[in-house]
């Protein structure tokens, strides 16, 4: 799909400011909007809405189709958490009991029953889920009572009764969640802002879809993994990086003509007007590892459903707004099946100078038109952090190779290296490239310290926030003055 010449900013609302230790879809998320308007961005780009499970990670949700309540807004309702970054362990226990006063009066209405009804699907599951991991002490689903694991109809009978206020609050959240995305979606199209989501390839085991649908991914009898997904080594890791997701059973997956990913897509594009699938290499072929592995080296490529599953995709929803993730290791297989799709590949500006230099095509005179270029990802460090890097914290590179990274980014850009991250955004924004989304972390010019995620490290990603104070009126006319500049 033809994509505009457009730039926007990559945010996850978590990161916004807010009273209660963590971003909301209320005030602060409309204020960003305007902020976006007025410079002239007309995309935001989130990561995973799902509700986080283990590491607070939005790439491990406990459903693919449900929101996180803690993006709830309670109007009037009272919080002093620290402004800085987001501490999970302390927003987690205030926002739920914030949340159970503020909806511990809600009366259902037609509007509710009818959000029910439409979400019928995934909803009720859903909540059941959330409520039995509740009972068990938010332990794995495969450790509850046999009769809750294996989904045994007698006793989920029997559970639904015991559990019904506790259900019929998951339902509510996820009522009030999706009332107040609407909100900020028609509040985006109103300032001609399309909104840009983030599908992960895969669930997390620990979920309502996987207890749910045991039968449509790779699990032994008792639940547990038969096989589990990860990459090899790579420029992050040298031992590879180990996702511990469950696989999906691609043949099973065929026989239903594909209907679980047709719906999860459907679900994707009723909330975001264009979707980033993460990790699209692996639909061409995926690096399964054993189920008990410690590391993700000893693993074998095995096939994915390939251009099959998209035309059906397809021909259910017509022309898919997809950008493909298409970073690793890339081969021509992978390549030819993104272009037989349609789907513009990313390049990230912080992959482009390494290598001695050579050719390569995170370099912006090697972009095709339909393309998504980045100046790093949250994956990666801010460009601050990175170009003041000395090497191998975070990567495989050593202190040389990044010695001659920098020689090489400083002769390539006609830089002597100051404001780095302002000459990243400016060689995107200059770029054929139809697309430029850059981090919020790299408009602030903030250092390592406001990094989103490490891959491979087990605590302390997603805390990234920031105030109102950093983001100062000289920043937002340079952005501004860009923008326009080279017609986006």
Not at 73 to 90: E, I, M, T
Not at 118 to 147: C, N, Q, R, V
Not at 160 to 180: A, N, S, T
């Amino acid at each position: 799909m033809k994509f505009p010449r457009s730039a926007g900013i990559l945010l996850h609302p978590t990161s916004l400011p807010g009273p209660h230790g963590i971003g909301e879809f209320g005030p602060e998320a409309h204020r960003f909007l305007d902020v976006l308007a007025e410079a002239g961005l007309t995309i935001w780009q989130v990561l995973p809405l799902g509700p986080t499970g283990y590491g607070d990670s939005p790439y491990q949700c406990f459903s693919a189709f449900a929101g996180n309540p803690l993006l709830i807004h309670v109007p009037g309702a009272k919080g002093d958490l620290p402004a800085g970054c987001v501490d999970f362990g302390q927003v987690i226990p205030h926002k739920r009991a914030v949340l159970k006063k503020a909806l511990g009066t809600f009366v259902p209405d037609e509007s509710y029953r009818a959000f029910v009804a439409s979400h019928a699907d995934w909803l009720a599951d859903y909540a059941l889920f959330m409520a039995l991991k509740e009972e068990h002490g938010g332990i794995a689903w495969t450790g509850w009572e046999p009769g809750a694991a294996r989904r045994d109809p007698v006793a989920l009978a029997r559970w639904r009764e015991q559990l019904h206020d506790r259900i019929e609050e998951r339902k509510v959240e996820q009522y009030v969640f999706f009332h107040q995305f609407g909100a900020l979606k028609r509040a985006a199209a109103q300032r001609k802002i399309r909104l840009m989501g983030d599908l992960p390839i895969y669930v997390a085991h620990d979920s309502a879809d996987v207890w749910a649908h045991p039968e449509l991914f790779q699990l032994n009898p008792d639940g547990s993994l038969q096989v589990q997904a990860g990459v090899p080594p790579d420029y992050f890791s040298a031992t590879g990086q180990l996702w511990g997701n469950p696989l999906y059973n691609w043949d099973a997956l065929r026989r239903t003509g594909y209907s679980w990913w047709i719906h999860r897509m459907r679900a994707a594009f009723t909330e975001f007007d264009l979707v980033r699938i993460d990790h699209f290499r692996g639909f061409e072929a995926y690096w399964e590892v054993p189920g008990d592995a410690e590391t993700a080296i000893n693993g074998r490529w095995a096939p994915g459903p390939g251009a099959e599953l998209f035309e059906a995709i397809a021909s259910a929803l017509g022309p898919l707004p997809i950008v493909a993730e298409n970073l690793g290791l890339i081969t021509p297989a992978v390549e030819a099946l993104r272009e037989r799709c349609g789907f513009p590949g990313m390049s990230i500006l912080q992959f482009a100078f390494g290598g001695d230099g050579q050719a390569n095509e995170f370099q912006p005179h090697n972009y095709p038109r339909e393309r998504v270029v980045y100046t790093g990802t949250h994956d990666n460090d801010t460009t601050v952090g990175w170009w003041n890097s000395s090497g191998d914290g975070d990567s495989t590179r050593d202190a040389e190779a990044v010695e001659r990274e920098k020689a090489f980014a400083r002769l390539y850009l006609g830089t002597d290296g100051k404001e780095m991250h302002w000459t990243l955004i400016r060689a995107a924004l200059a770029s054929v490239a139809d697309t430029v989304l850059v981090p919020m972390q790299d408009v602030l010019g903030l250092g390592s310290g406001a990094r989103m995620n490490l891959p491979g490290r087990q605590g302390g990603n997603w805390k990234f926030r920031f105030t109102w104070d950093q983001l100062t009126p000289e920043m937002q006319d340079k952005m501004k003055t860009l923008v326009k500049l080279y017609g986006r």
